[in-house]
């Protein structure tokens, strides 16, 4: 196999990219009770009689109700102004703001189980559940705060009243990672990458069956 055409040396090379001021992980532990009002209509009552071998799981979907991939970042609104405030940390004093922010998740439903003896799968509409935050970061004046969910935990019980549905609980064990970013253009020397090879079935050369040297030729 040759050289690629056209090889290109080591160059300074500018590139776009996020620096990163201060970077954290907030464990956030979310209790919501939703009422069977704020769910809406289900095909079938999870609190029927009929309802048997129910079971529920939970999970989190972006806006347009798909389901959120881990590491995905989550929309947040910064609720105040940032406040400057002073640490004294390792014996030197260090500036860091004081950020409050609100995240925004959306969490769906599922219930599972037989009406009667037909089984079932329904799911709520997206549920939107907002988690209010503070914290003190390194986040001067220009920088942008970016909000990804690093690991979740969703469990539902059901509440009824008779025969019907009242309402559920949602708990949620969140794992934040929250990076307090601005966009700088940085310098660096590099080489330019190439397309690796493409790999191909190469035709093995032939078999020859082995031989009996005990019995022939002896």
Known sequence: MGKHPHQIGPEVLCINTDKVYDWVILQANINNTITAADIGALPVDPCDPAV????????????????????????????????????????????????????????????????????????????????????????PEGTDLVVRLSDIECNVVVNCVGTTLGSIDISLGLCQSVQAVTNVTIELPADFCQPREVFTEQCPAPIIPTQCPVVFPG
């Open 52 to 139: 048997t071998n129910l079971e529920t799981d939970c999970y989190l979907v972006d806006a347009a109700g798909n389901p959120l991939p881990p590491n995905r970042e989550i929309p947040v609104v910064e609720t105040s102004d940032r406040q400057n405030r002073a640490f004294l940390i390792d014996g030197n004093q260090v500036v860091l703001q004081k950020v409050s922010f609100q995240s925004t998740i959306n969490v769906v439903v599922e219930f599972r189980g037989l009406n009667g003896t037909t089984p079932f799968v329904e799911q709520t509409a997206p549920i939107p559940i907002e988690i209010p935050e503070s914290i003190f970061l390194c986040a």
